[in-house]
């Protein structure tokens, strides 16, 4: 019971923190050219690229020279305006704040998980419900997220392939297939951090329960004893 217990608060400690490092990927995706793949979606004309991500994008021009900014000026691609883009979609349709409450929510949840491990804190009662409230929490809130962005730019991209013959439009495969895996890992995390719960309440439960009939066995053998010697001396 102590190795599953200990083994159960590392597995669960490693999903949160995995899916922490997912998240954090998610955000800074199109900040740099080394994370330019990571985009939401792009768009493409005959001469250039633009990796559209959820605070940024970056423009990959014909010599695969990337450049990433929060507003890239997109003179390579005139019929679509990045402005309009990001005013108009990203943040009404998208919602990016819903990644970085995701992200915030997520550390919080692996804060609790770090505390949990040490000696004697796991036996608080409160705290190990408050990790599982916020477990489900967690993972309601990363599923929402990744079905808004998921819905809104699949949508999106076929309306551009549908309604614009000069440009080309394709989803971000990467980040959202890191978004679900961060949605497995957090999953994965919450049934732990159910099994766990349980395992830790009945073990409470059949302790007290010893516990008691302990105290009464006693109190029981200490009450016939008295007896016994009052009968003796009578």
């Known amino acids: 019971m102590f190795f599953i217990k200990y083994i159960l608060q590392a597995a669960c400690g490693f999903c949160l923190l995995g899916a922490w490092i ?8 199109c900040k740099s050219e080394t994370s330019s793949h990571l985009s939401l979606f792009n768009l493409s004309s005959r001469s250039a690229q633009v990796n559209v991500g959820f605070f940024s994008m970056c423009l990959v021009g014909g010599n695969n020279s990337v450049s990433c900014d929060k ?6 691609i005139p019929s679509f305006s990045m ?9 009404p349709q998208v919602h990016p704040w819903m990644v970085v409450f995701s992200f915030s929510v997520c550390g ?6 770090a505390i949990a491990a040490i000696p004697f804190m796991d036996r608080l009662p409160y705290l190990r419900l408050i990790r599982l409230y916020l477990s489900v929490f967690t993972f309601l809130s990363i599923l929402v997220t990744s079905l808004f962005v998921h819905v809104s730019v699949t949508s999106f991209v076929m309306a551009i ?10 989803v971000g495969k990467k980040l959202v297939i890191l978004m679900w895996v961060s949605m497995g890992l957090l999953a994965l995390a919450t049934l732990i951090d159910t099994i766990f719960y349980v395992i830790s309440t009945k073990t409470e439960n059949i302790r007290q329960a010893l516990f008691e009939k302990t105290f009464n066995l006693s109190r029981s053998s200490t009450a016939v004893s008295s007896n016994t010697s009052s009968s003796i001396k009578k």
């Open 22 to 29: 997912i998240l954090a990927l998610v955000m800074t995706g």
């Open 71 to 76: 507003f890239t000026n997109v003179r390579s």
């Open 83 to 91: 402005a309009d883009l990001r005013s108009k979609f990203l943040l």
């Open 108 to 113: 919080v949840c692996f804060l609790l998980a």
């Open 161 to 170: 392939e549908d309604a614009d013959v000069y440009l080309h439009a394709a």
